[in-house]
């Protein structure tokens, strides 16, 4: 989506479509002649969110979108509004659209705001993933928004817009690189896109084969990718928009292209949603491609731990013992608990860059779908401050985490008589001790872990990627960056 800002004089204003508020819609229908076409039309409008109604008019503004109860209201209605004006905008055959409502009255949220809010939900109503089918479905033309504010906002409103359509350009690719089948989503291809990345000159890139990740010891992420065809891909990825020696924030995604569960195989349905096991590196994907794009005055290193999770004579098997890059031993108690395999070796691998934080986003156990649902990603962090931080970038951005605990005493779940850990602990708090398992490959560093098995992606009728947590992580670089 192309977005731009403009000022928000009616008299001059020619679009196919404004949307807008009843206040705003009266005073252009005054100024173009329109007051009894729109009185007509409004009998039985209640301004209230969640209704909207369509007018058409005479004159440069070809329609009004009328959306309910944007005068004034609280953040989450304002989010509803954005949704509904995204939603119908993007329904209509039009290729270009104003929008007027950036001076809804949001206690504590300025113009910024309110323009990320509208931004966010145009980039997702607009969103589709045709590249499969031979009629598309419900294509979208539209692709040019202009954002109305006063001349005072206009400063404002611009800085806005250059995060918000970077932001749409990692949501993009964070869906896409999810919703590819897994024939040809695999860790070759997740490779080839990141090679796309680093084609800008702020960007390096490193791929470590399987024969290196041998060399550099890790047994755990072998442990996973050996039963695959496909060969495993450990992307390391280098974003510098920041002071040379300024240390790194460093994002590490899940990249599981699909997971079978391998030997201990998953029941057949809903399996192919597993495609969507690679949500992790779909979303540190889209989020550093929305910092490059933005060109966030930071540095990053993003790392992908891509494999598939397959069966065959070359698969490891319950009871298999193996030695992470870390040194420590893992016995595999569960082959389905593969994420937290490859993930140990990339926490480690990410250390040598000495990071300043490091987080991790995984689609990584269905507990913490049973715990959340699908409306918070779950958070886990060693650091407070950098929870907290999280947190608060989820607030901003509508894309939320809930924190969950990483107490000592979940540990000794992981106890195991053969070796250091097991892959897995008991039948209780699935994602605590998951992300407590992660947790003893990380020295000295502040890191948070994010399990987003349930909010990256939609089941069901509408079944797709979400491009979760990209929204959040993104609030978070622009925090660090001081912006
Ligand atoms: N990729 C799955 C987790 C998952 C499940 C994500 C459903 C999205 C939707 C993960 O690799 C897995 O299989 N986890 C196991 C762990 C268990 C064996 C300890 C699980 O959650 O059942
Ligand atoms: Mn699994
Ligand atoms: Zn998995």
Redesign the pocket.
């Known amino acids: 989506m192309n977005y731009a800002s403009a000022n928000s004089d009616l008299a001059a204003l020619r679009t196919p479509c404004l949307g807008t508020s009843l206040a705003v819609a009266k005073r252009l229908a005054k100024a173009t002649n329109n007051t009894a076409t729109l009185n007509r039309a409004i009998t039985d409008f209640k301004d209230e969110t969640g209704e909207s109604v369509c007018v058409n008019l005479d004159g440069p503004v070809a329609r009004v979108l009328i959306i309910g109860g944007a005068d004034s209201c609280s953040p989450s209605q304002y989010r509803k509004i954005a949704g509904l004006v995204a939603q119908k905008l993007s329904a209509l055959n039009i290729t270009q659209a104003a929008v007027h409502l950036l001076g809804t009255k949001i206690k504590g949220h300025n113009v910024a705001w309110k323009a990320q809010a509208l931004m966010q939900a145009i980039s997702h109503a607009s969103y589709r993933f045709n590249a499969y089918k031979s009629k598309p479905k419900q294509p979208v033309s539209l692709k040019r928004v202009r954002l109305l504010a006063n001349a005072g906002d206009q400063k404002a409103l611009r800085a806005a817009i250059k995060l918000g359509a970077a932001l749409d350009e990692g949501l993009t690719l964070a869906k896409d690189l999810g919703n590819e089948p897994p024939n040809v989503c695999t860790p070759t291809y997740l490779l080839a896109q990141a090679r796309k990345m680093a084609r800008d000159k702020a960007v390096t890139l490193t791929a470590l084969d399987e024969k290196k990740m041998l060399s550099l010891g890790m047994g755990a992420f072998m442990s996973v990718s050996q039963g695959s065809d496909q060969p495993g891909k450990m992307i390391i990825l280098r974003y510098n928009g920041g002071k040379k020696d300024e240390a790194p924030i460093a994002l590490v995604g899940k990249g599981?292209t699909f997971?079978t569960?391998g030997i201990s195989l998953k029941p057949p349905p809903t399996m192919d949603?597993?495609k969507?096991?690679m949500c992790g590196a779909a979303a540190v994907l889209g989020v550093t491609k929305a910092a490059i794009d933005a060109r966030l005055p930071i540095n990053l290193v993003t790392v992908v731990a891509a494999a598939e999770n397959m069966p065959s004579a070359r698969a490891s098997r319950p009871g298999d013992i193996v030695t992470s890059a870390s040194g420590q031993t893992i016995e595999i108690l569960?082959t389905?608990?593969?994420?937290r395999l490859v993930l140990c070796d990339a926490l480690t691998h990410v250390q040598n860059y000495k990071p300043r934080a490091i987080i991790d986003v995984a689609?990584?156990?269905?507990?913490c779908?049973m715990a959340l649902g699908s409306h918070a990603s779950g958070l886990f962090a060693n650091d407070d401050d950098l929870a907290d931080a999280i947190t608060e970038a989820g607030e901003r951005s509508g894309d939320r985490s809930w924190r969950l605990p990483l107490w000592d005493e979940y540990q000794s779940g992981l106890n195991t008589n053969f070796a250091d850990m097991a892959n897995?602990g008991g039948r209780g708090a699935?994602s605590v001790t998951a992300a407590c398992f992660l947790s003893r490959f990380v020295k000295g560093c502040k890191w948070a872990h994010m399990d987003i098995?349930g909010s990256s992606f939609h089941n069901g009728a509408a079944k797709g990627s979400s491009g979760r947590p990209v929204a959040q992580l993104f609030n978070y670089l622009v925090a660090e960056s001081g912006l």
């Not at 389905?336 to 994420?339: K, L, M, N, S, Y």
């Not at 689609?363 to 507990?367: I, M, N």
């Open positions: 599981i997971d569960g949603e597993m969507f096991d569960n389905d608990a593969e994420g689609t990584l156990t269905g507990a779908i897995v699935g098995a």
